[in-house]
């Protein structure tokens, strides 16, 4: 079946394809070969339809050819750099890159097998609340967990181990296939030799354990180093949330936003690193975000804010536009990134600054500082809001209408 999105690509290969570390190296590679903006946007528009395999992997070097300004570029070198740090990862995908790497004169690294995340199961965790139904498609050793200590005997009189599975099926063997009544139930509880010979806590939870197989109620069950105690599931009664203080709410994230603007470098440190040019302010953000540097990445943003720069770095600077199409498609979908015309400027920011505070920095206070920089732009609008039910900053929620985003109202 021919795979036309990023979206539908198999999980292992997701996990690598929209991996914050593809835009890491991407950036790496520009830094190397000095790209310029326009040639960034080409080799990471040309990354997915080699993702998708819409252009072979054996093309990538005839397709570099194309790049703005080959004539006075490695492409040999481009071509094996991309082979090596981003097809390379994907070689149980996409196949011959190991081919290409020969081709362009280079040495095959030792492989590093796909992590088959789709074939992957969970393991049953320490505790967990369920239908039995669901247990054994969720987790993969959930039929070989025991539910007693000794050994029973099955059909065949023969000695087994007393996991999920031998249990039904020595519960089955007894009573029939068929779901059965709480009568039947307690025929097989005083007259089956294998539960006669279980006591106390272990009874107890097979009883519940067999209760739940044929109702299909949800139980509470415990994970004791493989031996598994099953009870009654009863659900906590909701806590009767007092009323926030909304003055003290409000008190708090004053001191914050206080704190935060303290923090954050002063302007013209920033400016004096760029010689007052505020065309570089771009070029600085960028080279901090690759850094992780969060003080100078905070400053930078303010600076461009004060500046009036933040929505022409939009619009004009290729780089953070591929990673902000980037973030769009692995939060919204391909769709949605193709789509996206920065129409609408308070959008832009709202997207802008929690790609760059909440995705890039993984800045805790993501939220708090978005609402400090965008109340620096006079008549903005905000791009977060406070949620009175829980008193904490939220960013202002977007959906999906006709491939478009759209404003939740």
């Avoid at 099955?154 to 087994?160: E, L």
């Avoid at 020595?170 to 029939?176: A, P």
């Avoid at 978005?370 to 905000?382: E, F, H, P, R, V």
């Amino acid at each position: 079946m021919k795979i036309n999105t990023l979206q539908e690509l198999p999980e292992e290969v997701k996990e690598i394809v929209f991996s914050s570390k593809i835009t890491d190296i991407n950036r790496e590679i520009a830094n190397k070969f000095s790209l310029n903006f326009a040639q960034i946007d080409y080799i990471v528009n040309l990354e997915t339809p080699l993702f998708l395999k819409e252009i072979p992997v054996l093309d990538l070097p005839q397709k570099l050819e194309n790049i703005e300004g080959a004539q006075e570029l490695d492409l040999r070198s481009l071509s094996l750099e991309i082979a090596y740090k981003i097809l390379w990862p994907l070689q149980d995908y996409l196949g011959q890159v190991d081919r290409l790497i020969l081709r362009l004169g280079g040495k095959v690294p030792r492989l590093k097998h796909l992590r088959k995340v789709s074939l992957q199961h969970e393991l049953f965790p320490d505790e967990d609340k369920g239908t039995l139904n669901n247990f054994l498609k969720k987790y993969e050793d959930f039929k070989d967990l025991r539910l007693s200590s000794k050994k029973i005997i099955n059909k065949d009189g023969k000695k087994v181990t007393p996991t999920v599975d031998n249990w039904i099926k020595d519960y089955i063997h007894f009573l029939g296939a068929s779901s059965h009544n709480s009568l039947e139930r307690s025929k097989y509880f005083s007259r089956n030799k294998n539960i006669l010979a279980l006591k106390g806590e272990e009874k107890k939870s097979l009883i519940e354990f067999l209760i739940a197989y044929d109702k299909e109620s949800v139980v509470n069950i415990i994970n004791n180093y493989s031996l598994l105690r099953v009870s009654k599931y009863i659900p906590q009664e909701k806590e009767v949330k007092e009323d926030l203080d909304l003055e003290k709410i409000l008190e708090e994230l004053h001191q914050d936003l206080l704190a935060l603007e303290k923090d954050i470098l002063p302007s013209d440190y920033i400016l004096s690193e760029v010689d007052n040019n505020i065309a570089k302010v771009g070029d600085l953000l960028w080279s901090t975000l690759g850094l992780d540097d969060t003080e100078k990445s905070l400053a930078c943003l303010k600076v461009l804010i004060n500046r009036k720069s933040l929505d022409r770095l939009f619009k004009e600077d290729k780089r953070f536009q591929s990673i902000l199409k980037r973030f769009l498609t692995v939060k919204y979908g391909q769709d949605i990134a193709y789509n996206f015309k920065y129409k609408d400027q308070l959008m832009n920011r709202r997207i802008f600054l929690e790609m760059i505070l909440e995705d890039k920095l993984k800045n805790k206070k993501a939220t708090s500082l978005a609402y400090y920089l965008t109340n620096l732009i006079k008549d903005s609008g905000q791009v977060v809001y406070l949620d009175e039910a829980d008193g904490l900053l939220k960013w202002r929620e977007l959906q999906v209408i006709n491939k478009q985003l759209a404003w939740v109202t």
